[in-house]
């Protein structure tokens, strides 16, 4: 039974309010529109499109885009309805503990910080190849590594790191502030990426439209094998394949890291001010502008080369069309809007860590002494110094690159019980206000269902992963955080 017990709204909000660990209200529905463009426009954008069209769906990457948004467009409307009425930071882990108990609360917690600290890493990591690349261009040869002994370190992701791990210490309003310059400029790369590339579009390239259903030809992401199949096929056993309608879904499940950080404007909640009505604002609102930026991107890549072309590149990206139709000069341009925006969602990603590691240590399910706020600054500053280390770490000196697909089934998982959370949470507290997902319960169960497709359409090889991820979770939950919980300690006090 102690994995069941929950945690009330009221406790929750009073947690919040404890000296020594709280937060200052500062952002408001512009600064979250901001956020969600910045964390989601990024890498994304520029080449995770081109490798699912590549490899996947050819031009039908669009349908794929589309359900990657629809699908999050409904898990984020639960997230909407969470966060206006119940304000605090630790975004699912946080609803999890209210609604469906501590122990899924914990799990989900972790995998929010594998989600977070994953992505964080892998993004500084190309950060830091992106860096070089644009030396490259302006004529430097400055490598994108170096030799410390016998190890070989990517320094970029050091570099980025430190700087926005220190903004984030200084406070929140002053690192929104930059991130919202950094944002605006890679919309505005991103605004021109669309324009120059439907002046290349030759619309016979969108035919066929969903390529048939072939063997997979291995590379780039297709094994061929059982590790590399989607773990739905492998279940009902169904020979691998590459492009048709399945491809489209797989398409769906890979872009879906392209709309990987609206959960991660819900850790802010406790930042915002008058959240009944900025949260759903901001996070819907970043949202709709994200999928029709995408959109428009798509149809411009998929229209400028045929799909095939895109196969067979290396690393398939948006610059890979470009150079492909002699626009040279637009590929330079992209190196540097894809710097650009993977810059914001480092700062993003660091910050949601450090939000979910409180949270977690305000309910005793880590060390409470790790879970202290800056008394001036109102800052996480131990959590936000550890978090920055170990995503340099991951990213200096691993491949941490080969855990991308995590981060999405780490996402899709809190998706799940967030969109359950809400039916919950809504006969828990009937009379509550803010925000509502409209259509009753049938929109947060539409949300879960669709949310387990697309995970089951992920790679088995992803799977033994995330399970041996939850495993190791739950070991340091048995043995250390369902002694300590604060919830626990309560009930231990008031029994008899």
Known sequence: MQWLRTKSVAQALADADEPGRQLKRTLGTFDLIIMGLAVAVGAGIFSVGARAAGTFAGPAVIFSFVIAAFTCALAIMCYAEFASKVPVTGSAYTYTYLTLGEGLAWIIGWNLLLEMISAAAVIAKYWGIYLSTVFATAGLDIPSTVQLGGLTMYWGPFLVVA????????????????NNVFTLIKIAITLFVIVVGFTYMNTDNFSPFIPPSQPPVVGHGVTGDVWGQPMLAWLFGAAPSQYGWLGVISGASLVFFAFLGFDIVATSAEEVKDPQRTLPRGILGGLALVTVLYILVTLALTGMVPYTELAKAENPSLATAFVAVGADWAAQIIAMGVLVGMTTVVMVLLMGSSRVLLALCRDGLLPRSWGVTSATRKTPMRLQIAVGVVVAVLAGFTKVELLEEMINIGTLSAFVLVSLGVLVLRKKNPGAGGYRVPLGGVLPVLSAVLCVYLM?????????????WMALGVVIYVCYGMHHSRVAQQDRRQAP
């Open 163 to 178: 700087v926005f791990t220190v903004l984030l210490m200084v406070g929140t309003q002053v690192s929104a502030q930059v």
């Open 456 to 468: 089951l359409n992920l790679t088995t090889l992803t799977w033994v992963r995330f399970v041996g």
